[in-house]
């Protein structure tokens, strides 16, 4: 677990900013207060200007290197706009790391399948910079709709991952979702752990895979956030591990929980699951 009360807010210049993929922009901020502790999975609450625009916007981190911290942002709404319009040497005012919980690899897993999609790309990115010298080989099985969609392959194997394509419309790679490609390539290679982040659908794909071949997952949830700091009650889900409260918040006791603790069917009224 990680100390929540390390988050840190202040402004953080803007030290570049550039298209990353169609629709994506990446941020670099200088942010040494951030960069020191975050870990896979935590992730930055920024504040937005504009009209209508009161809530902070939650964004994961994607890679850290010395004081740098970088940020993915996908435009699907103002917010995210406002920030990928941002110019270098603008501050942006943020609080974090946030979340209680990062992505971790299970003790003696040989072989890690990460999964995923969209703005789910980054907490798997930086955890793959964070592989130990001496731990798992990493598989990515990251998927799109179709081959322009297909985000991050290049970062990936820059890690050193076995990247494994899957398109919906098999315009490239493997024909089907990336939990269908994960489903194939266990037949041949035998899987330790799975650690999705992604679209819901596909993160609940891929939970219900490990649990039906009793491997242990991770998932890191996107909520519609308020405060980002376990005041509001926005973000809690459903879960079903003995002992703990039913309704945990994704903001504080996750992002990131088991797979087979989260009770899939009443996750978030936003998403259609099949
Ligand atoms: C822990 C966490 C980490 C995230 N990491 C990233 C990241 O690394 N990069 C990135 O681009 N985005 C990330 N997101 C999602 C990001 O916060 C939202 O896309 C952003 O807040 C949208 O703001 P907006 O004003 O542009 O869109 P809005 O106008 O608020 O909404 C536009 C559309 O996006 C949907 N949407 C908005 N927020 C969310 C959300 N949190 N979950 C699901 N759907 C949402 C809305 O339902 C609507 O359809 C993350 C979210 C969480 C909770
Ligand atoms: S966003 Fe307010 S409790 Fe999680």
Not at 15 to 36: K, Q, S
Not at 77 to 85: F, H, K
Not at 96 to 101: A, N
Not at 215 to 242: F, H, K, W
């Amino acid at each position: 677990m990680i100390n929540a009360v390390s988050a840190w807010q202040g402004m953080a210049p803007l030290l570049a900013r550039a298209a990353w993929a169609p629709g994506y922009w990446a941020l670099d901020l200088h942010c040494p207060e951030v960069a020191r502790t975050a870990v896979p999975g935590q992730f930055v609450h920024l504040r937005v200007a504009g009209p209508d625009l009161l809530l902070r916007r939650p964004i994961s981190i994607h890679e850290v290197d010395g004081d740098r911290i970088t940020l993915v942002v996908a435009v699907v709404g103002t917010g995210s706009q406002w920030l990928a319009n941002r110019s270098e040497g603008e501050e942006l005012d943020l609080i974090g790391p946030l979340g209680q919980r990062g992505l971790s690899f299970e003790p003696g897993a040989r072989t890690v399948a990460l999964v995923g999609g969209g703005v789910g790309i980054p907490p798997l990115h930086f955890l793959a910079t964070r592989r130990p010298a001496d731990g798992p080989r990493l598989v990515a099985f990251i998927g799109a709709r179709s081959e322009a969609r297909l985000l991050g392959l290049d970062n990936f194997a820059a890690q050193g991952c076995e990247v494994v394509v899957s398109t919906d419309d098999g315009s490239r790679g493997f024909l089907g979702t990336n939990v269908a490609a994960l489903a194939d390539y266990a037949k041949h290679t035998r899987i330790d752990q799975v650690l999705a982040c992604g679209p819901t659908p596909m993160m609940r794909a891929a939970a219900l895979w490990a649990i039906e071949h009793g491997i242990p997952s991770q998932v890191c949830l996107e909520a519609r956030m308020g405060c980002g700091v376990g005041a509001c009650l926005s973000c809690v889900v459903e879960t079903r591990r003995e002992g703990w409260d039913r309704y945990l918040r994704v903001c504080t006791e996750g992002p990131v929980f088991d797979g087979d603790n989260i009770v899939w069917e009443t996750l978030s009224p936003m998403v259609k699951l099949d």
